[in-house]
């Protein structure tokens, strides 16, 4: 991956972060961008967003930056100047989830161990 790509990729995580956490829509709650992949032609973005909540709330939310996605885009051209602005694409982030059932299991097989 080239240097550029990486700088684009931790400046649209930044200033998306930024302009999620101002969105005024009441369907998005508390969500954190974790990660940014930008296509080697700059043409596309995959955001992936970490939301806490149930299953429903984390719909809803991703529900509301999909329909924010235009304002959002505008936003990350303001503050990042290339000659295309990438297509945002947002995809739900579950390695956190996938993390916290890990641990939940190992913590479950342990104390199977100890009886």
Same mark, same amino acid.
């Given at each position: 991956?080239?240097? $550029? %790509?990486?700088?684009v990729?931790?400046?649209?995580q930044? @200033?998306? /972060? !930024?302009? %999620?956490?101002?969105l005024?829509?009441p369907? @998005? /709650? #508390?969500?954190t @961008?974790t990660r @940014?992949? =930008?296509? $080697? +032609?700059?043409?596309?973005?995959r =955001?992936?967003?970490? =939301?806490? /909540?149930? #299953? *429903? !709330?984390? !719909? $809803?939310?991703?529900? &509301?930056l999909?329909?924010?996605?235009?304002?959002l885009?505008?936003?990350l &051209?303001?503050?990042v100047?290339?000659k295309?602005?990438p297509?945002?694409? #947002?995809?739900l +982030? *579950? /390695?956190a989830d996938?993390?916290? $059932?890990? !641990?939940?299991?190992?913590? &479950?097989?342990?104390?199977? &161990?100890e009886?």
């Amino acid at each position: 991956m080239s240097a $550029r %790509i990486e700088r684009v990729e931790k400046l649209a995580q930044q @200033v998306l /972060g !930024e302009a %999620i956490d101002d969105l005024k829509d009441p369907r @998005v /709650g #508390f969500c954190t @961008v974790t990660r @940014v992949r =930008v296509s $080697r +032609d700059l043409q596309h973005a995959r =955001v992936l967003v970490s =939301v806490l /909540g149930s #299953f *429903e !709330e984390r !719909e $809803r939310s991703m529900q &509301g930056l999909r329909s924010a996605t235009p304002h959002l885009r505008s936003v990350l &051209g303001k503050e990042v100047r290339l000659k295309y602005l990438p297509e945002l694409i #947002f995809e739900l +982030d *579950e /390695g956190a989830d996938t993390a916290q $059932r890990i !641990e939940e299991l190992l913590r &479950g097989l342990q104390r199977k &161990g100890e009886t």
